[in-house]
Protein backbone atom coordinates (compact mmCIF):
# COMPACT_ATOMS: atom_id res chain seq x y z
CA UNK A 1 0.00 0.00 0.00
CA UNK A 2 1.31 3.74 -0.97
CA UNK A 3 -0.17 6.53 0.91
CA UNK A 4 0.50 10.23 -0.02
CA UNK A 5 0.40 12.83 2.39
CA UNK A 6 1.75 16.55 1.80
CA UNK A 7 -0.50 18.31 -0.22
CA UNK A 8 -1.92 21.41 0.22
CA UNK A 9 -2.60 24.71 -1.31
CA UNK A 10 0.12 27.19 -1.61
CA UNK A 11 0.72 30.56 -3.82
CA UNK A 12 2.95 30.66 -6.78
CA UNK A 13 6.75 30.69 -6.23
CA UNK A 14 5.87 28.72 -3.09
CA UNK A 15 7.48 24.85 -1.96
CA UNK A 16 5.74 21.95 -0.85
CA UNK A 17 7.06 18.94 0.43
CA UNK A 18 5.44 15.53 -0.68
CA UNK A 19 5.46 11.88 1.02
CA UNK A 20 4.89 8.40 0.34
CA UNK A 21 4.74 5.76 2.59
CA UNK A 22 4.87 2.35 1.87
CA UNK A 23 3.19 -0.66 3.58
CA UNK A 24 3.47 -4.36 3.29
CA UNK A 25 6.30 -4.15 0.85
CA UNK A 26 10.08 -3.33 0.98
CA UNK A 27 10.17 -0.40 -2.30
CA UNK A 28 13.94 0.05 -1.92
CA UNK A 29 14.01 -2.11 -5.07
CA UNK A 30 11.64 -0.71 -6.66
CA UNK A 31 11.39 1.76 -9.70
CA UNK A 32 8.96 5.07 -7.66
CA UNK A 33 8.01 7.23 -9.59
CA UNK A 34 5.28 10.28 -9.08
CA UNK A 35 2.67 11.41 -11.77
CA UNK A 36 0.41 14.03 -11.31
CA UNK A 37 -3.17 14.11 -12.89
CA UNK A 38 -5.28 17.70 -13.39
CA UNK A 39 -9.01 17.99 -14.20
CA UNK A 40 -10.07 16.30 -17.30
CA UNK A 41 -6.18 15.39 -18.73
CA UNK A 42 -4.28 12.68 -18.16
CA UNK A 43 -2.01 11.51 -15.84
CA UNK A 44 1.34 12.36 -16.72
CA UNK A 45 4.82 11.71 -15.35
CA UNK A 46 6.76 14.02 -13.13
CA UNK A 47 9.67 12.23 -11.76
CA UNK A 48 11.23 9.16 -10.99
CA UNK A 49 14.59 7.18 -9.50
CA UNK A 50 15.96 3.85 -10.21
CA UNK A 51 17.44 2.65 -7.22
CA UNK A 52 19.99 0.04 -8.93
CA UNK A 53 21.69 2.97 -10.81
CA UNK A 54 20.49 5.71 -8.50
CA UNK A 55 19.36 7.71 -11.59
CA UNK A 56 16.99 9.92 -11.21
CA UNK A 57 14.18 11.17 -13.79
CA UNK A 58 11.97 14.38 -14.26
CA UNK A 59 9.76 15.75 -16.82
CA UNK A 60 10.84 18.69 -18.59
CA UNK A 61 8.47 21.16 -17.22
CA UNK A 62 9.87 20.37 -13.35
CA UNK A 63 13.48 19.65 -14.05
CA UNK A 64 15.39 22.24 -12.09
CA UNK A 65 12.55 22.43 -9.42
CA UNK A 66 11.66 19.31 -8.11
CA UNK A 67 13.46 16.57 -6.37
CA UNK A 68 12.94 13.11 -5.90
CA UNK A 69 14.56 11.09 -3.03
CA UNK A 70 13.95 8.24 -1.24
CA UNK A 71 14.79 6.99 2.30
CA UNK A 72 14.76 2.91 2.39
CA UNK A 73 15.38 2.70 5.98
CA UNK A 74 12.07 4.24 6.37
CA UNK A 75 10.44 3.01 2.96
CA UNK A 76 9.20 6.66 1.92
CA UNK A 77 9.82 8.35 -1.25
CA UNK A 78 9.78 12.17 -1.42
CA UNK A 79 8.70 15.11 -3.82
CA UNK A 80 9.97 18.30 -2.71
CA UNK A 81 8.51 20.81 -4.82
CA UNK A 82 10.26 24.37 -5.59
CA UNK A 83 8.90 27.64 -7.26
CA UNK A 84 5.80 25.96 -7.62
CA UNK A 85 3.91 27.38 -10.81
CA UNK A 86 -0.51 27.48 -11.05
CA UNK A 87 0.47 24.73 -13.86
CA UNK A 88 1.63 22.45 -11.43
CA UNK A 89 -1.99 22.06 -9.73
CA UNK A 90 -3.34 18.37 -9.51
CA UNK A 91 -3.55 15.15 -8.33
CA UNK A 92 -0.18 13.72 -7.37
CA UNK A 93 0.36 9.95 -7.02
CA UNK A 94 3.14 7.95 -6.31
CA UNK A 95 3.78 5.27 -7.91
CA UNK A 96 5.69 1.57 -7.76
CA UNK A 97 6.87 -0.75 -10.69
CA UNK A 98 8.27 -4.04 -9.90
CA UNK A 99 9.96 -4.40 -13.52
CA UNK A 100 14.01 -3.12 -13.91
CA UNK A 101 13.16 -0.64 -16.76
CA UNK A 102 12.32 2.63 -16.04
CA UNK A 103 9.13 3.67 -18.12
CA UNK A 104 7.53 7.21 -18.11
CA UNK A 105 4.38 5.77 -18.99
CA UNK A 106 1.66 5.08 -15.99
CA UNK A 107 0.67 1.83 -17.31
CA UNK A 108 4.01 0.58 -15.87
CA UNK A 109 3.45 0.91 -12.52
CA UNK A 110 1.06 -1.26 -10.63
CA UNK A 111 1.38 0.02 -7.47
CA UNK A 112 -0.73 3.43 -6.95
CA UNK A 113 -1.27 4.94 -4.10
CA UNK A 114 -4.45 7.33 -3.83
CA UNK A 115 -3.32 10.71 -4.57
CA UNK A 116 -2.95 14.24 -2.64
CA UNK A 117 -4.27 17.24 -3.91
CA UNK A 118 -1.84 20.39 -5.06
CA UNK A 119 -3.37 23.68 -5.83
CA UNK A 120 -0.97 26.50 -6.61
CA UNK A 121 -2.85 29.92 -6.83
CA UNK A 122 -1.33 32.34 -8.93
Known amino acids: QLVESGGGLVQAGGSLTLSCAAS????????MAWFRQAPGQERTFVAG????????YYADSVRGRFTISRDSAKNMVYLQMNGLKPEDTGLYYC?????????????????WGQGTQVTVSS
Open 49 to 56: HKPTTDTK
Open 24 to 31: GRDISSKI
Open 95 to 111: AADESRIFSRGPVAYGY
